[in-house]
Structure formats: C-alpha cells, structure tokens
C-alpha cells in the first residue's frame, strides 16, 4: 500500500532523514517511533505530500507522491499533531466543509453520518467545536481524516494531551480503524505503540534502527536467554537440578516467594530454548513450576539501547541485522 524508496531530506547542511526503505501492506497498523529529532514529522510530511523529498520516493497505493499528488493525497487521511479544526463552527458545519474542500464523491449525508457513528460523535454533531472536549475534539479530527474514505491513514501523536479514559478510548478507535485502513501512527509513547501496533519502526537522527513487531523486536534485541521460575520443592536440590541442564550458563536463587515455592533465574547460552528441559526436569523430580516467564526486554529497553549514544557507537550492526530481516515484511 505503501512504499517508501530511499528517501533523504536536507535542510540546509543538516540530513534530517538519510536513505529510509520501508514498504507497508494493507490493513496494517504501524507505530513509528523515535526520540525528538530523529525525523518522524519529516517522514510523515513527506507522505502526505505537505514537503517534499532531496532524495527518494514515495508511492501510495501505486500513485507516485509526486508525480501523480493528487491521486496519491486523495488516499491519504491526515490528523496532524495539532488537528486542524474550526471551533467556531459546529461539528456539522465543519464535517461538511471539509467534504467540500476535499471534493468527496459519496454520497453527502450518508456518508457523514456513517462516519460519525463509527467515530462515536453523533451525540455532539450540532455542538460547537470550541465547547468540545480534547477527547471529541480528536475524534472530530479522525473523522475529517476519514471523509473521503481513504485506504491511509495518518495519524500524528494522536493520544497527546487526552485523559487516560480519552487515550484508551482513542487507542481503540484506532484499532478498529486498523482493521479497513493502512495505519501509522507517530508515537513517543511506548506503551501505546505496544497496545496498538502491530508492527514499529525504530527511527533515530534520520535512519531506521529497527523494524519488527514489538515483540519480535524485544527478543531479538536481546542477548539473554533468561527464564524466570516459581517452582515448589528443595530449593537447593532444584537450584542443582537447573544447573545440570545442557546450555544453562547461570542460576540465580531469590529465595522462598510463597510456602515452600522459590524463584529462581536460569539463564541459557545464546539460542538455547530452556523452557522444555526445565518442564522435564520439574516432572521428573515432582517439582510443580508455578510460573514461567521469559524475560525479554521490554520495549522501552529496546528503544533506549536503539537510540542511546552508547548503543550507537557499540552495537550497530544489531540494528541493521534486525532490519534486514524484516524489511519490507
Ligand atoms: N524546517 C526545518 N528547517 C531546518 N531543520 C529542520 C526543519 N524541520 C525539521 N528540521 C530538523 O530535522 C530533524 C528532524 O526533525 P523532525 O521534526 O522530523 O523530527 P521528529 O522526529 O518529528 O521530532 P519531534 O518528535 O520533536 O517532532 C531535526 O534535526 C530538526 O531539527
């Protein structure tokens, strides 16, 4: 749906985006995440067709951003940071000058109320926008997005500044978007792109550092091999039995959690699954494992050793590896 080819962006001496390659399948939700500066808004711009490119290009849905932008922008919904609305007119004022600036060819009156209702703001569609919620205020602006029924959507911090009842209730409208539209979502909110995304670009000073799931990209960014287990017996004969595994490399003992149940650490050599020896082991010995977790790192792990001075002069071939492996997925 769309594809992003080798795109750079100069201001000046100043390389805000440097060669980025991504490809987006239809139907996905994707989170593009980065510090301030790294080049999100400028990737976002130059999408929606409002800067353009030094380098690179950029089609969606087959049309050429520019050399065909009017047939690129009209499959492109946008809800910039700062929606663009006009609080002295009504929801309905607004809605249906927006579907005249655009130029919508359905049908008027069905299709704004289609949209309303699926963005839940019928019950404020004679009410002035300046006496709106921040929340109804960025569903007015999702529904301007969708007017004209655009296979994209484009949707820039769109949780900012809401209430938590706002942001879950925001961050579920966006996932039942994903299942008609294309997706991205700028972020620096990582619990958000978790809950919502199904796949995240990691960008920092204008290059992609990652592309992945969040979850696929929490375990492959990390070097450890760890289990964390609750299981009920002798703690020392249990914490023996765990070292004598093949491929565990350490066992830490954090002592009895509950009644005669204790928690240990076991960490494995690079590649070792631990999970199905230690489940023999337990049966064996009549251990019950009451948890077992896998301790990747989190998100928020993997975002702060991507874009940390100290992982970019120590670590970057991690980044491409990953990057090669997933691009264009
Ligand atoms: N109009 C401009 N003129 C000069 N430099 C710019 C301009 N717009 C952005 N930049 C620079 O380009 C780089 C990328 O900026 P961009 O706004 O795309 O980052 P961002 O990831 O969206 O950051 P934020 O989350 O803070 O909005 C930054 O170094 C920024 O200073």
Redesign the pocket.
């Known amino acids: 749906m769309i594809e992003v080819k080798n795109l750079t962006k100069r201001?000046?001496s100043?390389l805000?985006l440097n060669h980025i390659h991504f490809s987006l399948e239809e139907g996905t939700i994707l989170g593009f995440l980065?510090p301030?500066?790294?080049?999100?808004?400028?990737t976002m711009n130059i999408i929606t067709g409002y800067l353009s490119p030094t380098e690179g290009s950029i089609t969606v849905d087959g049309f050429d951003t520019l050399e065909n932008p009017l047939e690129a922008k009209k499959r492109i919904g946008y809800l910039p940071e700062i929606p663009p609305l006009y609080t002295d007119m009504t929801v309905k004022e607004y809605l249906n000058f927006m579907y005249d600036l655009k130029k919508v060819k359905l049908p008027r009156k069905e299709h704004i109320a289609e949209i309303c209702s699926l963005v839940k703001i019928d019950d404020v569609y004679g009410r002035l926008i300046a006496n709106l919620s921040k929340g109804y205020r960025q569903r007015v602006g999702i529904a301007q997005a969708l007017l004209g029924n655009p296979p994209v959507l484009i949707l820039d911090e769109p949780t900012v500044g809401l209430d938590p009842k706002q942001i879950i209730e925001i961050r579920n409208l966006i996932k039942s978007l994903g299942r008609k539209h294309t997706v991205i979502l700028s972020s620096?909110i990582l619990s958000e792109v978790q809950a919502v995304c199904e796949r995240v670009i990691v960008i920092n000073r204008g290059s992609i550092v990652a592309d992945g799931t969040p979850d696929s990209l929490a375990h492959s960014l990390s070097n450890e091999n760890r289990l964390l287990l609750r299981m009920e017996g002798e703690e020392k004969a249990i914490k023996q039995g765990l070292h004598s595994l093949r491929g565990v490399k350490e066992v830490d003992a954090y002592g009895e959690k509950e009644p005669g149940v204790y928690e240990f650490s076991v960490e494995g050599n690079e590649g070792t699954d631990l999970r199905r020896p230690v489940f023999a082991l337990a049966a064996q010995n009549h251990w019950p494992i009451l948890s077992m977790k896998n301790t990747d790192l989190t998100l928020e792990d993997v975002f702060l050793r991507l874009t940390s001075d100290l992982y970019d002069h120590q670590e970057t071939a991690q980044p491409s590896e990953i990057l090669d492996g997933k691009e264009g997925a």
């Not at 500066?37 to 400028?42: L, P, R, V, Y």
């Open positions: 201001y000046g100043n805000a980065g301030n500066g790294a080049g999100k808004s400028t620096h």
